[in-house]
T-cell receptor, first 116, second 112 residues
Framework: GAVVSQHPSWVICKSGTSVKIECRSL??????MFWYRQFPKQSLMLMAT?????????EQGVEKDKFLINHASLTLSTLTVTSAHPEDSSFYIC????????????FGDGTRLSIL | GEDVEQSLFLSVREGDSSVINCTYT??????LYWYKQEPGAGLQLLTY?????DMKQDQRLTVLLNKKDKHLSLRIADTQTGDSAIYFC????????????FGSGTRLSIRP
């Protein structure tokens, strides 16, 4: 079945570092991918909708300059957390769905980001 | 705006059935999902149902949809310790660009 691969699965880095997270659809093309953030014991919060070949659409309250999204191809979207600080520590998850509106959303395994 | 609600906790005895309930507000929802999340892991799609269906059964899982009341439930038969997890109800529209709206998640714990 459709698989979404997310890399890396865990990142620990110093404050001020920029971190890139990749989301790939392995066996289907995705013009739209979604990026979520999940705090401990909470639900997923949609951060932005990543659109292939165009700018991402950010949810209210999400800083676009802080969370850079690039969707350069039909199988790859990246989220870069720029100048990360401890408050950016979280679990980030991406998802994608095949075109055609038939298949459900599939999620990556998530990236746990820890900023020291 | 759209909203999806579910209770936060459910505790059942091993071997019993678990029923997790969910209500949603968006009458234009096309897909309704149940996802499972184990500690430290991503979301695993358990099952989904189209809005024109009333019921879907897949092995131990039964999904019931009452579209009139905008109520969705997930029944897990013969609940096992491996079923301990957080279960998220979610809904979305038809387009691949439609956002998914998640519930808060129900933490299912199993008693011996």
């Amino acid at each position: 079945g459709a698989v979404v691969s997310q890399h890396p699965s865990w990142v620990i880095c110093k404050s001020g570092t920029s971190v890139k997270i990749e989301c790939r659809s392995l066996d289907f093309q995705a013009t739209t991918m979604f990026w979520y953030r999940q705090f401990p014991k909470q639900s997923l919060m949609l951060m932005a909708t990543s659109n292939e070949g165009s700018k991402a659409t950010y949810e209210q309250g999400v800083e676009k300059d802080k969370f850079l999204i690039n969707h350069a191809s039909l199988t790859l979207s990246t989220l870069t957390v720029t100048s990360a600080h401890p408050e950016d520590s979280s679990f980030y998850i991406c998802s994608a769905r095949e075109q055609g509106g038939i298949q459900p959303q599939h999620f990556g395994d998530g990236t746990r980001l820890s900023i020291l | 705006g759209e909203d999806v609600e579910q209770s936060l906790f459910l505790s059942v005895r091993e071997g019993d059935s678990s029923v997790i309930n969910c209500t949603y507000t968006d009458s234009s929802s096309t897909y309704l999902y149940w996802y499972k999340q184990e500690p430290g892991a991503g979301l695993q799609l358990l099952t989904y149902i189209f809005s024109n269906m009333d019921m879907k059964q897949d092995q131990r899982l039964t999904v019931l949809l009452n579209k009139k009341d905008k109520h969705l439930s997930l029944r897990i038969a013969d609940t096992q310790t491996g079923d301990s997890a957080i279960y998220f109800c979610a809904e979305t529209g038809y387009s691949s660009a439609s956002k998914i709206i998640f519930g808060s998640g129900t933490r299912l714990s199993i008693r011996p």
